[in-house]
């Protein structure tokens, strides 16, 4: 299976990039190949709703690195999201990405896909990562695309809080059951 995973942190070592690991390593375990599209360490220009891309067969104005990601993304039977919460919602740089999907958004709409959405946060309630799961949920059902699992690490402010906690165990065995 070709699963393509999303981060959106910028810290190589920090709560979410463990958690995407770990994954991997589950996903690799049981024989898939893991394309990992670290969106921090990316040039990837916000959509601006330009409309040209549906005007010309999927291309954006932008050349960045989506040309890089996209083929990936039509390839992938899953999608992965990875993304520590800085304020209530996935961090901008996944954010970026998602917008972006527009440009193949024909291709997306409907395809066989699977998804999954790991999220790390500070906060020792729920309620902080409440903005992003409805707006995963919200994206799946617009795509018609299938959840098959979320991992919301709450209370893992550094990376210590995410080692000591059953989440990276939950997000390897994610990994290992697709």
Not at 14 to 41: I, M, N, P, Q
Not at 75 to 88: D, G, N, Q, R, T
Not at 156 to 171: F, H, I, R, T
Request: charged content about 25%.
């Amino acid at each position: 299976m070709n699963i393509l995973m999303i981060t959106g942190s910028a810290h190589k070592k920090g709560t979410s990039s463990y958690l995407a690991d770990a994954f991997a390593k589950g996903a690799k375990e049981a024989g898939h190949a893991v394309c990992r599209f670290d969106a921090a360490y990316k040039n990837v220009h916000p959509c601006i709703g330009c409309d040209s891309c549906q005007k010309n067969g999927q291309i954006c104005v932008f050349k960045d690195d989506m040309q890089e990601l996209n083929p990936e993304l039509l390839k992938a039977e899953v999608v992965v999201f990875v993304s520590p919460i800085y304020y209530y919602d996935i961090n901008a740089q996944i954010k970026a990405v998602i917008d972006r999907f527009y440009a193949n958004n024909s291709l997306l709409k409907g395809a066989d896909k699977k998804a999954v959405l790991m999220l790390t946060y500070a906060d020792e309630t729920e309620e902080a990562a409440e903005g992003a799961v409805a707006s995963y949920k919200g994206m799946l059902k617009y795509l018609e695309w299938e959840n098959v699992g979320i991992v919301s690490a709450k209370a893992c402010y550094v990376l210590e809080d995410v080692v000591n906690s059953e989440y990276p165990k939950q997000a390897y065995k994610l990994g290992k059951s697709l």
